[in-house]
């Protein structure tokens, strides 16, 4: 598995990824095996602390992707919209199949304790403050940060989080950028970290 790999519009996964991604259940949800683990390690630490996550999404196979984009498709166009615009607006939060990395079983999206959905309440919620504050140390990273939407591509989603590994998390972090950033200006020279299993 390759921790920092890119999945978007432009560079879906190929066919028949998922079938090759060895995935362990924790917290409800699937996810990559590693990333797995590294989730369960975090969530009892915040826990330990006095803060309870809620994981509300794992691993997506490309069929339930492609089922939640036509639902939403079909649910702004009940509301009024044309295709055009229904694409338009679904296209903002969520990924078309085969260009999510929820297919890549190493995102995860949280909540507060108890809540069913994601929102943007949860950027203010302690467990936020707590997972930018700590979430590197166990390897992920807030994805789609604020002022980076030019450069992901996606908006700013304060519940979506990605493994791609302590050292490369921590880097990213440190350094204020964002996957894409880190993939340009490090690659080269953290290049082992990129081949590990
Ligand atoms: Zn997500």
Redesign the pocket.
């Known amino acids: 598995m390759d921790y920092l790999m890119i999945v978007n519009r432009f560079e879906p996964l190929e066919e028949g990824f998922e079938k090759r991604i060895k995935l362990a259940k924790v917290r409800g949800v699937y996810l990559e095996k590693q990333t797995a683990l590294s989730l369960e390690k975090m969530l009892q630490d915040a826990q330990a602390g006095g803060i309870d996550i809620q994981v509300i999404?794992g691993f997506r196979s490309a069929d339930y992707q492609q089922l939640l984009w036509e639902r939403e498709i079909s649910k702004e166009m009940a509301n009024g919209l044309d295709y055009r615009q229904a694409v338009k607006k679904t296209g903002e939060t969520l990924a078309l199949p085969h260009c999510s990395e929820?297919e890549t079983g190493l995102?995860v999206?949280f909540a507060q304790k108890g809540e069913k959905d994601v929102g943007y309440g949860f950027a203010c919620s302690s467990q936020s403050v707590w997972l930018e504050r700590n979430a590197h140390r166990y390897g992920f990273i807030l994805r789609y940060p604020r002022l980076k939407e030019h450069i992901t591509g996606i908006a700013f989603?304060p519940w979506?989080y990605r493994y791609v590994g302590s050292e490369s998390a921590s880097i990213i972090k440190k350094s204020g950028i964002c996957l894409e950033e880190f993939l340009d200006f490090y690659q080269d020279k953290y290049l082992f970290v990129t081949n590990r299993e």
């Open positions: 999404s929820h995102a999206d989603e979506h």
